[in-house]
């Protein structure tokens, strides 16, 4: 069964550096999305990508956080300047389809750790 | 605001015994309701979705879900539990006239004692 691969599993930076979160959605889906989980919170929404462009962003995800596909297989979420309250369990997700009715597959995570 | 709440952060269950999970929600409109469990290690996986019509929906691994929009619920069932069915459990919405941003719950961690 396919799945949506992410790397690293654990990434650990210090605050003000940048970190490139990877991620392989299923290789048919058009749709991809970013979500975070601080510890012990609820999963958050981040991004939803269509097309080599955002369709839509909460207000979590400011100035600081960038996406981008570039090479037709990742899907990366770049952290700018990385701060202590960005410390949290990072999940890509992908669909298949346009309908907001879709169900999204989720990859397995990375937990970053800033420091 | 919209919401999704799971009161209750665990659940016990003894195994062969039914199990429920709750899950009710606040937002504007009929929403798109979905449930995904997480096991260690692993992402969210996809176990069903309320759309529209039957209010019962059968998804994965013998799990269920009663849409009941007058007391705004969404709560996963299943008649027999099984010791494999230990996980943690997501409630989701997605607001009809929200595009994707899909807003989870807090999570259930689902505990079944053999």
């Known amino acids: 069964e396919p799945e949506v691969t992410q790397t690293p599993s654990h990434q650990v930076t210090q605050m003000g550096q940048e970190v490139i979160l990877r991620c392989v959605p299923i290789?048919?889906?058009?749709?991809f999305y970013w979500y975070r989980q601080i510890l012990g919170q609820k999963v958050e929404f981040l991004v939803s990508?269509?097309?080599?462009?955002?369709?839509?962003k909460s207000e979590i995800f400011d100035d600081q956080f960038s996406v981008e596909r570039p090479d037709g297989s990742n899907f990366t979420l770049k952290i700018r300047s990385t701060k202590l309250e960005d410390s949290a369990m990072y999940f890509c997700a992908s669909s298949a389809e346009r309908g907001f009715d879709n169900e999204q597959f989720f990859g397995p995570g990375t937990r970053l750790t800033v420091l | 605001a919209q919401s999704v709440a799971q009161p209750e952060d665990q659940v016990n269950v003894a195994e062969g015994n039914p199990l429920t999970v709750k899950c009710t929600y606040s937002v504007s409109g009929n929403p798109y309701l979905f449930w995904y469990v997480q096991y260690p290690n692993r992402g969210l996986q996809f176990l069903l979705k309320?759309?529209?019509?039957?209010?019962l929906v059968k998804g994965s691994y013998g799990f269920e879900a009663e849409f009941n929009k007058s007391q705004t619920s969404f709560h996963l069932k299943k008649p027999s539990a099984l010791v494999s069915d230990s996980a943690l459990y997501f409630c989701a919405v997605r607001p009809v006239t929200g595009g994707f941003k899909t807003i989870f719950g807090a999570g259930t961690r689902l505990f079944v004692k053999a």
């Open positions: 309320y759309i529209t019509g039957d209010n």
């Open positions: 290789s048919n889906h058009l749709y």
């Open positions: 990508f269509y097309n080599n462009e955002i369709s839509e």
